[in-house]
């Protein structure tokens, strides 16, 4: 039971944004008829007002009238500004939403102290990278290990819990030696150890994957949880190396709660 609950603590949930834009369309849609029936009732108490006055003389009338179509061509106009307004509004969230940022429920502790769990973040798809430090939202459909020759090898995760979607920080990147030291509690990329400010405890775990030092492959991406010792990230079998390809996009802001605003740049 205690593997079930932290294995399912790695999870994220992609929220379906595009119900989210649909809503915010409809709303919108009604705030617009809802002013442009207010501004028809204007333009009706206006015209019988204008049938209760008497006039003094058709000069008079015809200053009314124009006075009446001016004002009436103002409403319109009006009425198209707000139209035309809304519209632009909605398709911006649309656009922003669909292609540019994309909302994600944080689920479990492997991200403390940086994340917790229920955060909401946004994701971005459009990114350069990912670099070091990065916060990426990965689907960990396969695991990706190495062989005596550092070649790549395919492991199927089917069954083992997190064959999920996780997110985590990207530590060494493709071309980097890394070199995991639990006796020392250090993670040491390209020879220098890693001051890692964001961690909640130093490592004292190297996991099961690999035997360190290793060279990370092209294409391919180290990461791990902040939580490091509560966190099952690359350094396990079940996790293995990250391929690019499996990165859905890069955190870049906690929305809620909204006391934790926070932008997700290091």
Do not use: W
């Not at 990207?170 to 071309?175: H, K």
């Amino acid at each position: 039971m205690a593997d079930e609950i932290k294995n399912n603590s790695e999870n994220t949930e992609v929220e379906n944004d595009i119900e989210e834009t649909a809503d915010a369309a409809a709303e919108a849609v009604e705030d617009i008829a809802e002013k442009a029936e207010e501004l028809q009732e204007e333009i009706s108490d206006n015209d019988e007002e204008e049938v209760e006055e008497d006039t003094e003389s058709d000069e008079t009338e015809d200053d009314n009238d124009e006075a009446a179509k001016k004002k009436e061509s103002k409403l319109i106009d009006d009425i198209l500004e707000i139209v035309e307004s809304t519209l632009l509004t909605v398709f911006v969230i649309v656009m922003v939403f669909t292609y540019l940022l994309h909302p994600v429920v944080v689920q479990g502790s492997s991200m403390n102290d940086t994340l917790f769990n229920k955060n909401r973040i946004f994701m971005t798809t459009v990114y350069a990278g990912p670099h070091y430090g990065d916060i990426v939202v990965v689907d960990n459909d396969m695991s990706y290990l190495l062989d005596d020759n550092n070649n790549v090898v395919e492991r199927d995760i089917t069954g083992t819990g997190l064959k999920e979607c996780i997110i985590k920080r990207v530590i060494a990147e493709p071309g980097q030696t890394l070199m995991i030291d639990p006796e020392n509690e250090q993670v040491i990329v390209d020879g220098k150890v890693l001051d890692e400010p964001y961690i909640k405890a130093t490592v004292v775990d190297a996991g099961d994957a690999f035997n360190f030092p290793i060279t990370i492959p092209e294409g391919y991406y180290f990461v791990m949880g902040d939580n490091r010792r509560g966190s099952t990230d690359s350094r396990f079998s079940t996790v293995g190396l990250i391929k690019k390809e499996q990165i859905y996009g890069k955190a870049v802001l906690r929305y809620s709660p909204i006391k934790d605003f926070k932008f997700l740049l290091f």
